[in-house]
T-cell receptor
Framework: AQSVTQLDSQVPVFEEAPVELRCNYS??????LFWYVQYPNQGLQLLLK??????LVKGINGFEAEFNKSQTSFHLRKPSVHISDTAEYFC?????????????FGKGTKLSVKP | NAGVTQTPKFQVLKTGQSMTLQCAQD?????MYWYRQDPGMGLRLIYY???????DKGEVPNGYNVSRLNKREFSLRLESAAPSQTSVYFC?????????????FGPGTRLTVL
């Protein structure tokens, strides 16, 4: 069964500093990976996804993630964060059963951006 | 397009009361899901429906029932609420005919059971 590990439960960072949120998944023959963001008191919205092709994926709000098959990782990065990036971020992997299946979510990383 | 909508947004129940959480999507998606979110636990799947007329248990189904009323609507029922069911509940949906299960989420229902 697929699993997802988000290595940091909380990441504090100062405004305009770079940030990396780490995500590792259990290996599979084919894998689709996602990052979702949840702003306070809101639902989850898709930040970016990796389906195939280029291992560097760009998303909304200046975020990007790199798919690394050998390390089974899909870390999320942003070169310069803003106060408005304060949110909880979830990494997810498809369980391989397509639209009949599910997403497996990590436990989330709370990003706190301080002025 | 409203996307995925959930009602109510907030609810307070007493132990033993029942209630139904409603979810609807207007994107013609086949698959729909119910999750609960608790601090430090991420999202845990309660039930899902891969298509109209089918439902399956997820990771934490005990204490819940679901109904896929039609393609648009998927409701979650708590027959006898318990304090352990205090949580934020999210509904989600996925388009049909795709291999990668990208999910679209509603805004959530915040439930407190006293």
């Amino acid at each position: 069964a697929q699993s997802v590990t988000q290595l940091d439960s909380q990441v504090p960072v100062f405004e305009e500093a770079p940030v990396e949120l780490r995500c590792n998944y259990s290996s599979s023959v084919s894998v689709y990976l996602f990052w979702y963001v949840q702003y306070p008191n809101q639902g989850l919205q898709l930040l970016l996804k990796y389906l195939s092709g280029s291992t560097l994926v760009k998303g909304i709000n200046g975020f990007e993630a790199e798919f690394n098959k050998s390390q089974t990782s899909f870390h999320l990065r942003k070169p310069s964060v803003h106060i408005s990036d304060t949110a909880e971020y979830f990494c997810a992997v498809s369980d391989g059963r397509g639209s009949q299946g599910n997403l497996i979510f990590g436990k989330g990383t709370k990003l706190s951006v301080k002025p | 397009n409203a996307g995925v909508t959930q009602t109510p947004k907030f609810q307070v129940l007493k132990t033993g009361q029942s209630m139904t959480l409603q979810c609807a999507q207007d994107m013609n998606h086949n698959s729909m899901y119910w999750y609960r979110q608790d601090p430090g636990m991420g999202l845990r799947l309660i039930y899902y429906s891969a298509s109209e007329g089918t439902t399956d248990k997820g990771e934490v189904p005990n204490g819940y029932n679901v109904s896929r009323l039609n393609k648009r609507e998927f409701s979650l029922r708590l027959e006898s609420a318990a304090p352990s069911q205090t949580s934020v509940y999210f509904c989600a949906s996925t388009p049909s005919g795709v291999s990668y299960n990208e999910q679209f989420f509603g805004p959530g229902t915040r439930l407190t059971v006293l």
